[in-house]
Structures are given as structure tokens and as C-alpha cells.
């Protein structure tokens, strides 16, 4: 990978810096001969003639020859005896960082002594040279260095380069991965912005985490944020409880982790003959029964009873009987619609009506409609006297989906209805999930779908060989009905 920014040394024109009077320029920095574009309009009939590469290799030579240099780096390795003499030039220095204006200021020789950890010297050289250059071509295990070094200098615009390089390469492929080695520097750093997506993509991909070699170098810290949240999507709840059982026989963590981590996982999803299996064939939860003894209890009860007998005597609203995004058949269907822009389809599905045992064995029918140029809802028909969804298409409408109960039942009283509309995609030849919506039974379509997305052109980032790949995704949530009296 290349980063590549315009070369700051067309920066030479702003002399009203603070460079040292203890030296001056003593090499000769040759511009093209060819005209430069200025800021100022052109007019109609000029012509710009760019020769910005010439300049770049002219800036990489004088870098690797040493012509002219007034500065020598001296950049030592710490806890080693290695050390890496650079030839440098001042004014290249100090017009791309403040850093290293301040240290040729107070410097007493020609020469300034840098010690860097080994992880940053091993990219120093690429570093120095994007200072000459404005490009750097980097793997994924170097980001972290150079975004060090970026930060230590000063030179932000290498540094936001690198934060967007690592947000638009967590699909990258690498031997033991790095999302999370990126989310931990994030978090070490403060970088809202890559922490964030960093912590998005292994929500919405965790399946995948789940199988790599990465699952096992997340920290407890991360681990539990990760089972805190609702947005997982993965194939079941048994998977992630399966999956938390090889991590910690893998990192052996305190009591105190366990039993939190334990806790978190939302036994009301996993069906009661898995929980049976669990009680008596996972060494994890024999050894710590009893620390989810009444979390379980509770996920049995969930199973035997009736929603609306349950919702009277306890608050259903609590995590455990909140569904993830869970990618089973039992929980919604993958819709992949060929040549999206050609016209609306339909389709059809099922899912159980709830994930308690009273409720998995009865089914809902769905239809899902989708359109690339949709009305407003006030603006169209939606059914005809067949009932069959009609909708009402323009030039000027933009993509839309909905997702609708094919019939009502006296069964939902109790239960609303989250659904999902999982978008993925391909990037860097891995398929990951690009998007999520979310709408609930109030409000029939999700009214920000595809907002963004250019669905006309084949290489759209939200297309996979000219395919849109979706998975629908319905959510039971049970709400409590009444307080029981004491």
C-alpha cells in the first residue's frame, strides 16, 4: 500500500519561519523547468505542465545521496547497540515538523541523536523519507510504527493518512491478524475514530473473528465490551458461548474475568436441549455452575412459559432475553438480489416467533419489498385488492426496502418485532458486512437504506459481481406487561 500526499517542499516559499541561524541551505533544490500551477485562476487558454514526479525523484536522490546535507541523524535503537546514520538537509526538516524544528534549534553539533523503540526504527528510513517525498508504501504490520512516529514528530498529515489507511484495511488479510492490535494502540492513543471502527468491524463480523487466530489475543477488557453488546453478528448464541469457552482455556484469566464473562452470555437465546448438553458436557460451565446457576434457572423458565405468563412476574427487558443478530435460519434469511437497479422484487421467508421454547416451534411469515427508486410512504400504494404489495416507483426516488408480518396473530401480543437488514460486501477479497439497519414494528421500511449507495455503477462498493448481498434478520423482544402484586 501507497500513501501519497502532495511533497511539501513546495513549502520552501514560506521563509517567515523560525529555521536557525546557525546555518543556512547549501544545497540547490531544482525545481522542473516546465511552468508550476499557482493558486491564483488560470486563465481559459493556459496550459499547466506537471512535473511533480521529476520533483519527487530529484527529492529522493538528494535523500539517498546526501548532497548537500547540513544535519546528520543519529538514530539509536533503545536496549540495542544498533544505530542508523542519516544525511539529512534542515530545511526539509523543519518545514514538515515542528519537532524537529525545535531540536535543530537546540542542537550544538551537525549532527541530532534520535533513540526510537526497535519497532519504530525498523521504519525510520520510510518515515524520513515521506518527509522528502510525501508518499510511503507500508504493510499492515508497520502502521502502528509509522503512526508512532507521525504523532512524535508532528506530521499530521501523515498521521491522518495512516488513521484512514488502518480504518479502510481492518478486512486486510494478515497471519495472526491486527484489528485488534490496532483497536488496543487506538485505545492506548485516544483515537476515537479508529477505535470505533475497529470495534465495529469485530461486532459485525465476529463470526469470522471467532474462527481466526485473533479470537484468542483479545484482551479480557475487550472480551467483555464485546459480550455487552447487541449488535453481534454471528450464527448463534451457542457459538459465542463455545467460542469464550476456547478463550479462556486458552489465556486462563482470574476467577473474577470468567464468572463476568460468563454472565454476559445470554443463555434465553441458546435452546433449552443445547443448555442441557452445555450443563453436563462443558468443563467451563461444570466448574462454574454456580455462578451462573441463576441465570440459568432463569433462560429455563424463559423456555417453559409463555412470554405473556413470564412478562408478569419478571423484567423481560433485561439482556438475556435481548437477541443478537444472529445469522441461523431460525432467525431471518440471506436475499441476494441480482442486477439491483433493473426493478423491485419480492420475497418471502419465515422465522420462528420467538426464541423461548413456548414460542421456536410456531412461525411468522415475512415479505420483504425491495425497490431502487422508491416513493415516500404517503406517496404510494401499498396493497392491492389481491393484498399483494404494489409499489409505486419514480425516476427521482432513491433505494428502499421493507419488511412486513405476511399476517397478524393473537401470539404477538407481547412481542415487537426488531428487523435487521444486514448489507455485506467484499473488500480485499473477504466478504464483511458493509452495513446495518435497523427498524422495529412501528415503522415498516428503513428510511436511511442504501442512502449513500451508488447502485448504478457495477463497481459499486456496495456490490458484490453486480449482486446486492442481503440478510434479514427479525428480533422478538418481549416487553413487561404487569407488575405481580405482593
Known amino acids: 500500500m501507497i500513501l501519497q500526499y502532495v511533497p511539501l517542499v513546495f513549502m520552501l516559499k514560506r521563509t ?83 519537532v524537529f524544528e525545535e531540536l535543530l534549534l537546540s542542537r550544538n553539533s551537525s549532527s541530532v541523536v534520535l533513540r526510537e523503540t526497535p519497532d519504530c526504527a525498523a521504519v525510520f528510513e520510510k518515515f524520513v523519507r515521506y518527509l522528502y517525498c510525501g508518499d510511503i508504501s507500508l504493510r499492515l504490520d508497520q502502521a502502528i510504527s509509522l503512526h508512532k512516529l507521525a504523532s512524535k514528530y508532528h506530521v499530521w498529515g501523515l498521521q491522518q493518512g495512516l488513521t484512514q489507511y488502518m480504518t479502510q484495511h481492518l478486512s486486510s488479510d494478515s497471519p495472526t491478524g491486527h484489528v485488534v492490535g490496532w483497536y488496543s494502540y487506538a485505545l492506548q492513543i485516544g483515537d476515537i475514530t479508529l477505535r470505533d471502527s475497529c470495534l465495529q468491524y469485530l461486532s459485525w463480523n465476529l463470526s469470522s473473528v471467532l474462527q481466526s487466530r485473533e479470537w484468542g489475543s483479545i484482551s479480557e477488557d475487550l472480551l467483555l465490551s464485546l459480550l455487552q453488546r447487541s449488535d453481534l453478528i454471528l450464527q448463534s448464541e ?23 464473562a460468563l454472565r ?166 473477504k466478504v464483511v458486512v458493509k452495513h446495518v439497519y435497523n427498524f422495529h414494528q412501528s415503522t415498516e421500511e428503513a428510511g436511511d437504506f442504501l442512502l449513500d449507495a451508488d447502485l448504478q455503477r457495477r463497481a459499486s462498493e456496495y456490490l458484490i459481481d453486480s449482486s446486492l448481498y442481503l440478510h434479514i434478520v427479525i428480533k422478538p423482544l418481549y416487553h413487561t406487561l404487569l407488575v405481580a402484586r405482593k
Open 16 to 98: 517567515h519561519r523560525r529555521i536557525s541561524d546557525k546555518w543556512k541551505p547549501s544545497c540547490t533544490i531544482f525545481f522542473p523547468t516546465a511552468a508550476l500551477k499557482h493558486d491564483v485562476a488560470l486563465d481559459s487558454g493556459a496550459t499547466v505542465l506537471n512535473h511533480t514526479m521529476n520533483l519527487v525523484h530529484r527529492m529522493e536522490t538528494l535523500l539517498a545521496l546526501g548532497n548537500g546535507s547540513d544535519v546528520t541523524l543519529r538514530m539509536e535503537t533503545i536496549n540495542t547497540d544498533e544505530v542508523k546514520v542519516i544525511q539529512a538537509h534542515s530545511l526539509v526538516l523543519t518545514l514538515q515538523s515542528d
Open 238 to 260: 451457542l457459538e459465542l458461548y463455545e467460542a469464550l469457552e476456547g478463550w479462556i482455556n486458552q489465556n486462563q484469566p482470574v476467577r473474577m474475568t470468567v464468572e463476568s
Open 264 to 429: 454476559a452470555v445470554r443463555y434465553g437465546m441458546i435452546p433449552p436441549q443445547h443448555l442441557f448438553r452445555l450443563q453436563k458436557h462443558s468443563p467451563l460451565m461444570v466448574k462454574y455452575y454456580e455462578s451462573i446457576r441463576d441465570l440459568l434457572y432463569l433462560a429455563f423458565q424463559f423456555h417453559s412459559a409463555s412470554p405473556i405468563q413470564l412478562a408478569k412476574y419478571f423484567d423481560v427487558n433485561c439482556s438475556i432475553f435481548t437477541p443478537r443478530n444472529y445469522l441461523s435460519s431460525a432467525w431471518g434469511s440471506p436475499w441476494i438480489i441480482n442486477n439491483p437497479t433493473r426493478d423491485d422484487r419480492s420475497f418471502s421467508f419465515q422465522t420462528q416467533l420467538g426464541p423461548s421454547g413456548h414460542d421456536s416451534s410456531k412461525r411468522v411469515t415475512w415479505n420483504a419489498l425491495f425497490s431502487p427508486r422508491w416513493l415516500p410512504l404517503s406517496a404510494r400504494s401499498t396493497y392491492t385488492e389481491l393484498g399483494a404489495m404494489q409499489p409505486t416507483r419514480t425516476e427521482g426516488g432513491r433505494p428502499r426496502i421493507i419488511v412486513t408480518p405476511a399476517t397478524s396473530s393473537p401470539d404477538f401480543a407481547g412481542v415487537s418485532f426488531q428487523k435487521t437488514v444486514i448489507v455485506t460486501t467484499k473488500q480485499q477479497g
